[in-house]
C-alpha cells in the first residue's frame, strides 16, 4: 500500500516496491486535473434539471485513473462530470480511443472505439479487474500503433491508496 502524504511524498510498503518498482511520483497538475477538481463545485441541477456536484471519492478516483492512464502515453485526454455522479475520462492515440466512467458507487466502466467505431463495452467492474482490461487493451494498442512499449510503466498497475488528509482510497498510477 502506497500513503499519499502530500503530491510528491510517497510512503511505500517494501514488498510492493519488490513487485512493481518505486512509485512514480505524481505528475504536476494538468489542466484536465484542474478539470477534474472543480467537478466538485457544479450546481445542483446543473444537467437540465439533473446532477449536482461530484462526491471527493469519484473525484479523487477519477484523478488515479487520469493518472494512469496519461502514465501509459495517452496525452490527448478529456473529462466530464456525468448527472448520475459518474465522471467520464477519454483517452485517444490515433484512431484508438478508450473511454474510462469512473461511476458513483465506485465501479469502473470501459468502452473502447476503433476508428470511430465501439469495439465493446464493459459496464460496471471492480477497479482490479477494469485495470488489468485496460492494461490489456493498451498492450494491444502499442503493438498495433508500433510504438515502443515502456516495460516498467505496463508493469505497474494504479495502486489503492489511502490519502491521509481526507481518508479516500482512490487508484493511483
Known sequence: MLLLLDENIYLAN????????????????????????????????????????IAEKTIQSAL???????????????????SDGEIDLSASLGDHLIEVIVESDDTISIAYDFQRKQEFYYPRMAAEEAWQAIL?????????????????????????TQNIRSGVAMPLG
Open 64 to 82: 488515479g485513473w487520469y493518472r494512469f492512464l496519461y502514465s501509459q502515453g495517452f496525452q490527448k485526454t478529456s473529462a466530464g462530470p456525468g
Open 14 to 53: 517494501p514488498e510492493i516496491i519488490e513487485v512493481f518498482g518505486a512509485p512514480m511520483a505524481a505528475p504536476a497538475s494538468t489542466p484536465n486535473e484542474e478539470k477534474i477538481k472543480s467537478f466538485a463545485f457544479l450546481p445542483k441541477r446543473w444537467d437540465y434539471g439533473l446532477g449536482g456536484p
Open 136 to 160: 490489456d487493451l493498451v498492450g494491444r494498442i502499442r503493438l498495433i500503433v508500433g510504438q515502443r512499449w515502456n516495460a516498467s510503466a505496463y508493469s505497474r498497475k494504479p495502486n489503492t
